[in-house]
């Protein structure tokens, strides 16, 4: 990869929007969101149940199968000197083949999404390095348990020819993430990759991810509902609200001057270690609205103690309010406050 | 049996599942899902259990309930309902009571589970899931209990319409209240919660916490609530007891535990909690080593050893007994006395 660009985002989505087509009408998923992911860096996107944020990674995947389309928007990567557009590409196609599972790669939250039970985790991970930086048998092999190795796997030797279900859950986590690292790709969609395991074990695989992601110099988007788990990880974070960001600011910013009202009333209603106990949390009124029905305006005032008649009415814009500090909030607008 | 002072008092509990292996299905062994646990629960407070998967903490829950069937060890309920008309409340052990007792404890135990979305039958309205303990217990007339059911659902923060649509109708934070509002029916003095929040997303579970602690207030409820959230049992509990491979490791007072926890494996399980401050969550170190071990071979002498930092040789080869060394503070640890621990106290 240039080191001229190094400056440049690795990937820039514009006004991307991913709607599910089904009878009880249209669910815009992810609609119109604009951000972008740089080198080295890890983007942190947070949000509810049916905020969008997986499918905001699918998309970029082009994972995305019927009745989801997406149905406008760039998903520009950049790769050494040339700049694909992936919204543009054959999901089938062979450039698509190409980047998925090398240069982009996912985990998951539950690892056998990506794990096949009937395969020895050497031969999976042997195969994407064969497959993707056609190494010959040996020479991948030894990458595998490098990669192993890497992930603090103990006795990597004897490990690589276990199947799945003879690791415990934070083995197979740190195997799905072996095998996703093992040909160096420069983006990591991580979805939820730490919410089935243990606090304890949870701890570990994040510390091995900043550590990786230092040693191979990829960039990762992480997706979590947990504010805590982002703190610890991420650079950048953007929270998302029904389909739409809400507010985008480094983790520093975000965590010190929360902006958008959801994002405050996110960070106050969860109990801390240090807050008062058997008292009540502030707590966010009502339910996420139904993705079939969402509400006019900014699709957030239902839910807002600060809601005006303007933010029943007109949606408002991503806008910077400080310093790399956006947020969607007409209370945030100077123009209208 | 005379009435004690506790409403619940648990002594000595354990469960063994028995391992099966090949074709004849041969006993291959025991797992120690829960082993010889003791504690008691007070009317009107909570006490929190806490611990990792395969620590035993919801096997336990349900063996208050009789569940599942205890291997050993009495569960002792200071039941209202059982003792005769005007009379002192009376000692039940659920672990040996009579059907026809455990049917009338379980109007005063009541347990709610962690998936809202398979733990109400998708068959039946709200209104007759609500109503299903009373009908089960034929308490009131129909009239009555549909009134009941009303006042119930409303409660918990729904409508009383609501008991005419289905459970697919409702969110998971409503769904989670609808199997509070079932709980809540007979009038239970106890319920268990099994990862009440833990499906929930972060909004909605502050609304159900809330909830929680609003019943408690109202009714004098009294919880035991198992939960894997340091913070969110931290934030409701009164006491709250740690689990580690089917043993209690320790049990003391909600403030206490967090200002000198004195198991390591407390102290590693606070320190993993994810803290919402980059600065803070950056910096810290659990210090824990490797994975929990299974179940079905713990390591010998105490269970933790392998992963504990300041194990030395009588870990790895003798059971720390539990002890109590302050009021109401215990630990089963051979160097609870010796070395120093990091406080999480605010």
Redesign the interface.
């Known amino acids: 990869m240039s080191v001229a660009h190094s400056d440049e985002p690795l990937i820039e989505v514009e006004d991307l929007r991913t709607y599910f087509h089904s009878e009880a009408g249209i669910a815009k998923a992810v609609d119109g969101i604009s951000f972008a992911v740089r080198r080295k860096k890890t983007l942190g996107v947070v949000g ?2 049916g905020c969008g944020k997986s499918v905001t990674a699918r998309s970029i995947m082009r994972l995305i199968r019927p009745p989801g389309k997406i149905e406008s928007g760039s998903i520009r990567y950049r790769r050494g000197e040339e700049t694909l557009e992936l919204a543009g590409l054959d999901p089938k196609g062979r450039t698509l083949r190409e980047i998925r599972g090398a240069e982009i790669a996912m985990i998951f939250q539950e690892p056998m999404t990506s794990l096949n039970p009937v395969f020895t985790i050497g031969e999976q991970i042997t195969e994407v390095i064969r497959l993707h930086l056609g190494a010959g048998r040996g020479e991948a092999r030894r990458r595998a348990i490098d990669m192993l190795n890497a992930v603090a796997i ?1 006795s990597p030797h004897q490990r690589i020819d276990d199947y799945p279900h003879q690791l ?4 197979r986590q740190r195997a799905m993430i072996a095998m996703a690292l093992s040909c160096h790709p420069s983006l990591l969609i991580a979805d939820e990759p730490t919410t089935a395991l ?7 695989v ?1 510390r091995l991810m900043r550590d990786l992601q230092r040693e191979f110099e990829a960039a990762i988007i992480f997706i979590t ?5 982002v ?2 990880i991420a650079d950048e974070v953007m929270v998302m609200y029904l389909g739409e960001i809400v507010e985008r600011a480094p ?2 910013d975000l ?1 010190r001057d929360p902006k958008h009202p959801y994002t405050q ?3 106050t ?7 008062a ?8 009124e009502g ?2 609205p139904s993705p079939f029905d969402l509400p006019r305006g900014c699709r957030f005032h239902p839910r807002c103690a600060h809601a005006s008649e303007l933010c029943r009415e007109r949606a408002p814009l991503l806008l910077e309010a400080a310093p790399e500090h956006h947020v969607a909030c007409h209370l945030q607008d100077p123009e209208l406050a | 049996m005379t009435a004690s002072a506790h409403l619940l008092e648990v002594r000595n509990l354990s469960k063994f599942f028995t391992l099966r292996k090949g074709m004849l299905q041969r006993a291959a062994g025991h797992v120690r899902a829960v082993d010889d646990v003791s504690f008691f629960v007070d009317d009107g407070e909570t006490l929190g259990l806490v611990g ?2 395969g620590c035993g903490k919801t096997t336990t829950g349900r063996a208050l309930l009789r569940l599942v069937p205890p291997s050993a060890g009495e569960i002792l309920f200071k039941s209202t309902q059982l003792a005769r008309e005007g009379e002192a409340p009376r000692l039940i052990d659920v672990a040996t009571a009579t059907e026809k007792e455990l049917k009338v404890l379980r109007r005063e135990m009541q347990i709610i589970f962690q998936d809202p979305f398979s733990s109400l039958n998708p068959r039946m309205n709200v209104g007759q899931i609500v109503s299903e303990p009373l009908d089960v217990q034929r308490i009131g007339r129909q009239d009555e209990r549909r009134d009941r059911v009303g006042s119930l659902l409303e409660s918990v923060g729904l409508n009383a319409k609501d008991a005419r649509r289905y459970p697919h109708e409702f ?4 769904r989670q209240r609808i199997g509070i509002a079932r709980a809540l029916a007979l009038e239970p003095r106890l319920i268990v919660a099994d990862e009440p929040v833990s499906a929930l ?7 159900v ?2 909830l929680m ?2 019943l408690q207030n109202e009714h004098g409820l009294a919880f035991v609530l198992i939960a ?1 959230d ?3 049992v ?3 509990s ?1 006491r709250i007891a740690v689990m580690y491979l089917g043993r209690l490791v320790e049990l003391a007072s ?1 403030d206490a535990l ?1 200002e000198s926890p004195q198991h390591p494996y407390t102290e ?12 803070r ?2 910096a ?1 170190d ?1 210090g ?1 080593l ?3 071990p299974s179940a079905t071979s713990p390591p010998v002498g105490c269970h933790f050893h392998p992963r504990c930092r300041y194990a030395e040789d009588i870990c790895k080869t003798e059971s720390p007994p539990l002890r109590e060394i302050q009021e109401g503070h215990t630990v089963a640890c051979h160097l609870a006395d010796t070395i120093e621990l990091r406080s ?3």
């Open positions: 509810e149940s103990p415990s859950g934070g083995m243990d606090v304890t074990i949870q701890a570990q994040i509902h947990d504010l805590g788990v703190a610890g983790v520093r965590f009333g996110l960070m209603s969860i109990p801390s270690l240090n807050g106990r058997k008292q009540r949390l502030p707590v966010i339910n996420v | 990792e998967s969110s998971g934070g409503q997303d972060a909004s909605i579970q502050a609304q916490l809330n602690l609003d894997h340091l913070a969110v931290r934030h409701i009164d909600t967090f590693a399980l606070m320190a993993a909690v994810p803290i919402p401050d980059p600065d969550e950056r810290k659990t824990l490797g994975d929990v999480f106290g605010s």
